[in-house]
């Protein structure tokens, strides 16, 4: 069991790029979700992903989108990075909602 | 909806002191409920979780959390607190009305153990 693995962990970006986070789940793990975590909050859902089809969205806008590979890793992107951007990002996998959710240690981006 | 409170953004206490985290929840059905432990710098560990089984519930590292349908409740805690507790807890419950995988956490608690 090698966990979940996300990479980078740290990244600088300047407002108007995009970005792609990665994110390495468990073989067995058909479920993957993104959160974000802005500086003293909980983290908040992004998005979901299983069997690599999109099922089910927070309250983000369009810019956030995602891929899901067969091999389990899946990828966060996002476009026209704003200040606010600027959190943890949180990769989360499954292998279904009985058995809990691994989350990686996540990928501090920084909009500048 | 789903949603969770946790009472106090701060919880401190001495070091072999009972550790109480609070959190409420709120949920039209019966709810899957989790305690997820955040060290610095680094994601979210499982502590424990509910899913409708038994209402006591045991975890990693001494915690446990008692699920309460009457009181909405699902408050962690710890007989002894070591040094090594210190970090943010989170409560979370998972949403229903999205999809597998969607987590609703609460603003999370930050417990300091003073020696």
């Known amino acids: 069991e090698t966990g979940v693995t996300q990479s980078p962990t740290h990244l600088i970006k300047t407002r108007g790029q995009q970005v792609t986070l990665r994110c390495s789940s468990q073989?067995?793990?058909?479920?993957v979700s993104w959160y974000q975590q802005a500086l003293g909050q909980g983290p908040q859902f992004i998005f979901q992903y299983y069997r690599e089809e999109e099922n089910g969205r927070g309250n983000f806008p369009p810019r956030f989108s995602g891929l899901q590979f067969p091999n389990y890793s899946s990828e966060l992107n996002v476009n026209a990075l704003e200040l606010d951007d600027s959190a943890l990002y949180l990769c989360a996998s499954s292998p279904g909602s009985l058995y809990g959710y691994t989350f990686g240690s996540g990928t501090r981006l920084t909009v500048v | 909806a789903q949603s969770v409170t946790q009472l106090g953004s701060h919880v401190s206490v001495s070091e072999g002191a009972l550790v109480l985290l609070r959190c409420n929840y709120s949920s039209s059905v019966p709810p899957y409920l989790f305690w997820y432990v955040q060290y610095p710098n680094q994601g979210l560990q499982l502590l424990l979780k509910?899913?409708?089984?038994?209402?006591l519930v045991k975890g990693i590292n001494g915690f446990e959390a008692e699920f309460k349908k009457s009181e909405t409740s699902f408050h962690l805690t710890k007989p002894s607190a070591h040094m090594s507790d210190a970090a943010e807890y989170f409560c979370a419950v998972e949403n229903y009305g999205g999809s597998q995988g969607n987590l609703i956490f609460g603003k999370g608690t930050k417990l300091s153990v003073k020696p």
């Open positions: 073989s067995g793990h058909n479920t």
């Open positions: 509910y899913t409708s089984a038994a209402t």
